[in-house]
């Protein structure tokens, strides 16, 4: 595609200001930089809604006030036909010329990394690094001829509807697990009556947690390696990780107090996004906001998975009234447990191998999308 494609956004798009007068509108809504709506977190308890802006199918909103710190514009366009109402703070708009954009085109350069660069450079100089309304309408796009749109939004599609069904069947997948778990460790176990070998015990005497740490951020030597380095913010949503989005050298590793955990380590996020437990996919190092679990030599690790699981949703539930913001190694000392004989959870882990190995190809296959989906949005800035 030439650059001489390229065409002022501000020529292709319009404000739109509806604003909620009626309160007819309830689902109030936020942008997170994966550039979708997501369900507000905000407290609008005693808020009046009715100066909320109304966004109706095909419409995009965006917050222009954080751009430099995250270095994305959150942006995301509303593909239902249910209103949603956002912050009065966000810019709405629509596409005026329909004929020439396609809205799903449309979002699908907001979504390339070469958009996000070019408005980190437009940022303003305050505090959180806004981006003013005309700069974004000065930015410039690639619009070839709309039947090339289609062509890119049905590919680009089909790989998302083809990750929405993997994610789907994940989900069943996990949820047998999950269920298989508690038939057998949980549902109707009475900790006063155990079966012969079951016992309770402490948390922290049935696994041992380990530490992480984080090579010098100034030391670029440490940095941009080949080991991935995890963090909170690298956590997916299912069950196993398998990329961080950084990464260190081996000198970084050897000059920090984390280490190289194997495969099929278990780590549980204990600051920022806290109380999330995965799978590593590949051996990776990792920050000290988490807890990592080796699992070498054992053959119970999905077991061990599902218990982890447990005993957090456990913590979670008696953290009612407080907030969840950290876990500390104390708060795994005090969890007392039952703790079943070996033979049961091997037993356990020979059940759900085939769950947990079909979950951890369909994740290894949404990664390979996802990577597809970077190649096609990366082919429009070409």
């Known amino acids: 595609m030439s650059k001489t494609n390229y065409k002022r956004l501000g020529d292709y798009i319009r404000e739109v200001d509806v604003r909620n007068r009626d309160l007819k509108v309830t689902r109030l809504m936020g942008i997170n930089i994966g550039k979708?709506?997501?369900?507000?977190?905000?407290?609008?308890?005693?808020?009046?809604?009715?100066?909320?802006?109304?966004?109706?199918?095909?419409?995009?909103?965006?917050?222009?006030?954080?751009?430099?710190?995250?270095?994305?514009?959150?942006?995301?366009?509303?593909?239902?036909?249910?209103?949603?109402?956002?912050?009065p703070a966000y810019f709405v708009f629509q596409i005026s010329q329909l004929e020439s954009l396609l809205p799903e085109y449309l979002m699908m350069w907001f979504r390339n990394s070469h958009f996000d660069k070019e408005a980190w450079f437009y940022t303003d100089c305050d505090v959180r690094g806004g981006m003013t309304k005309s700069a974004l309408l000065d930015m410039k796009l690639p619009i070839p001829p709309i039947d090339q749109q289609r062509k890119l939004v049905a590919e680009y599609n089909a790989i998302q509807q083809r990750i929405k069904l993997n994610e789907q069947l994940i989900?069943?997948?996990?949820?047998?697990?999950?269920?298989i778990y508690r038939k057998m460790f949980v549902d109707g176990i009475d900790k006063n009556n155990l079966p012969d070998g079951w016992r309770i015990n402490r948390f922290t005497n049935i696994?041992?947690?380990?530490?992480?740490?984080?090579?010098?951020?100034?030391n670029l030597t440490y940095w941009n390696g080949n080991i991935p380095f995890f963090s909170p913010a690298d956590i997916s949503n299912g069950y196993y990780t398998f990329t961080t989005?950084?990464?260190?050298?081996?000198?970084?590793?050897?000059?920090?107090?984390?280490?190289?955990?194997?495969?099929?380590?278990?780590?549980?996020?204990?600051?920022?996004?806290?109380?999330?437990?995965?799978?590593?996919?590949v051996p990776m190092a990792m920050n000290q906001s988490c807890y990592g679990i080796d699992v070498t030599n054992c053959n119970y690790v999905y077991y061990i998975h599902q218990f982890v699981l447990?005993?957090?949703?456990?913590?979670?539930?008696?953290?009612?009234?407080?907030?969840?913001?950290?876990?500390?190694?104390?708060?795994?000392?005090i969890q007392i447990t039952v703790d079943p004989p070996e033979k049961e959870k091997i037993k356990y882990n020979t059940k759900v191998t085939?769950?947990?190995?079909?979950?951890?190809?369909?994740?290894?296959?949404?990664n390979i999308l996802i990577k597809l989906q970077s190649l096609l949005l990366t082919k429009m800035g070409q």
């Open 171 to 179: 989900v069943k997948l996990e949820e047998t697990a999950q269920a």
């Open 36 to 87: 979708y709506f997501m369900p507000s977190v905000a407290n609008v308890i005693g808020t009046d809604l009715s100066n909320y802006k109304v966004v109706a199918k095909n419409q995009f909103a965006c917050n222009l006030m954080h751009v430099g710190r995250d270095e994305k514009i959150p942006m995301a366009m509303l593909e239902n036909n249910e209103f949603v109402i956002v912050s």
């Open 245 to 281: 989005e950084k990464h260190i050298s081996k000198e970084g590793l050897n000059n920090c107090s984390s280490r190289l955990y194997p495969q099929d380590s278990i780590f549980i996020t204990a600051r920022g996004t806290v109380g999330k437990v995965t799978i590593i996919g």
């Open 354 to 366: 085939y769950l947990y190995s079909k979950i951890k190809y369909l994740s290894i296959e949404n």
């Open 310 to 333: 447990d005993i957090i949703e456990k913590m979670r539930k008696e953290a009612i009234g407080a907030v969840f913001s950290a876990l500390v190694t104390k708060d795994f000392e």
């Open 207 to 218: 696994l041992k947690l380990s530490g992480g740490g984080t090579p010098d951020t100034s």
